[in-house]
């Protein structure tokens, strides 16, 4: 599990675009599953697909939805922090 929170910490770190989706998707394919977060946010698995597809555009609400599901099935809290400098 320490995996998965390390990657979840960095997948919200400021990275190039479009790499945040494609973690937050390898993240879902190697912990909940497609099908299982679809149940979880009440969003059809296709719709899942598309938003964290390269050109995809997931609303705030669907996106913390996603990461809640995956906070959830991980056991890990996503914490957010200011840093100086």
């Known amino acids: 599990?320490?995996?998965?929170?390390?990657?979840?910490?960095?997948?919200?770190a400021p990275v190039p675009r479009g790499t945040g989706k494609a973690m937050?998707?390898?993240l879902v394919n190697a912990t909940i599953?497609?099908?299982?977060l679809s149940a979880e946010v009440r969003k059809p698995s296709k719709s899942l697909h598309r938003m964290l597809a390269a050109r995809g555009n997931p609303s705030t609400e669907n996106f913390f939805g996603i990461?809640?599901?995956?906070?959830?099935?991980?056991?890990t809290r996503l914490r957010v922090a200011v840093q100086a400098g």
Do not use: H, N, Y
């Open 1 to 12: 599990m320490l995996g998965t929170a390390l990657l979840l910490g960095v997948m919200i």
């Open 24 to 26: 937050l998707r390898d």
């Open 33 to 36: 599953g497609f099908e299982a």
């Open 67 to 75: 990461v809640k599901a995956l906070q959830k099935k991980t056991r």
